[in-house]
């Protein structure tokens, strides 16, 4: 099975549906099974936290959103949490003992 290869305008830019795209500026429209299918990820992330006895605070639940609506990959969505997480707690500092005490 070949791809068609993406109609470009004259500045090199992506065509679709009458529509100029840059690469990386706008996504495709997702497909209805697409988007139930984000929103099933997004639930069992949901369930797993709470199992662990955690809740997602609103910045993590907003950018699942925007996976679901197919703004974001999921790739980006854990990037954006790496760094929510990087800014809130700053890097985690282990104590080092030459000795292991019970």
Do not use: N
């Not at 679709?16 to 099933?40: F, H, I, N, S």
């Amino acid at each position: 099975m070949s791809h068609a290869s993406p109609k470009l305008d004259s500045d090199g830019k992506r065509v679709r549906l009458g529509v100029k795209y840059m690469y990386g500026a706008c996504r495709d429209p997702l497909t209805a099974a697409e988007r139930v299918r984000r929103t099933q990820v997004y639930e069992e992330a949901l369930a797993s936290v709470r199992l662990e006895g955690f809740e997602l605070d609103e910045q993590v639940k907003e950018l699942y959103g925007r996976y679901i609506s197919g703004e974001l990959t999921l790739a980006e969505v854990g990037s954006a949490i790496d760094e929510l997480d990087a800014r809130e707690f700053g890097p985690v500092r282990a104590a080092r003992t030459s000795q292991w005490r019970p």
